[in-house]
């Protein structure tokens, strides 16, 4: 009987955990479902900065028989993602927030608002002006015998690598700029990760990789 309240309060943060992960996603979806008129176009715009780099009327090859549809999808899932990347955050933090000390809170909010921003100018200047470099040079190294006509699908997964590699490493750059070092990143994540046993006080909580 003494250990119900303990149950009791970390059952109540399982709820409170499931019904952030159903608003971040349900964010995600609504967004995904304003921009999937706009499919094409969001591929034709992530495209550009290759296509600018290709001679005059090449296109982009779809090898696979699905990878016309499939490709443009996934860029517009991803594009939903980054534009509800704000209030997923926010509905992160609202749960982790209460199992951390003052401190930690005070350490923890310019990490994440800092990461955010570099993770969004990360993206634009990949987007603006790596691409436009590496892709030029790539197009004027090929021989003459070679046609440059890139997979979408393996072009995506170009694209998509950059746009997570290049902000990672601005988000370093200007956290150690900040002050904030490995050792402190370190804890504000562990901070994070065990927050559900720190709200419950006692009740050991074991995380298994899915």
């Not at 002050?179 to 995380?207: Q, Y």
Request: glycine content about 4%.
């Amino acid at each position: 009987m003494a250990q119900q309240p303990e149950e009791s309060g970390f059952l109540s943060h399982l709820i409170e955990l499931r019904q952030r992960l159903v608003r971040a996603a349900a964010a995600v979806l609504i967004v995904f479902m304003a921009l999937s008129p706009f499919m094409r176009a969001i591929f034709d715009l992530l495209s550009r900065p290759m296509m600018a780099a290709l001679p005059q009327g090449t296109r982009l090859l779809a090898t696979g028989v699905i990878a016309p549809f499939m490709v443009p999808l996934k860029i517009t899932l991803f594009a939903a993602l980054l534009l509800s990347l704000p209030y997923v955050l926010y509905q992160v933090w609202a749960f982790v927030a209460p199992g951390l000390y003052q401190h930690e809170k005070r350490l923890a909010v310019p990490v994440i608002v800092s990461s955010v921003l570099m993770f969004f100018a990360g993206i634009a200047y990949c987007y603006f002006v790596v691409f436009r470099v590496v892709f030029r040079f790539i197009a004027r190294f090929a021989p003459e015998s070679v046609s440059v006509t890139p997979d979408i699908d393996a072009y995506f997964s170009f694209v998509l690598r950059m746009f997570i590699a290049t902000p990672l490493d601005d988000r370093r750059q200007a956290t150690r700029e900040a002050g904030v070092t490995i050792r402190d990143e370190r804890r504000v994540g562990l901070a994070i990760f065990i927050t559900a046993e720190s709200s419950a006080e006692s009740t050991p909580v074991t995380l298994a990789p899915s």
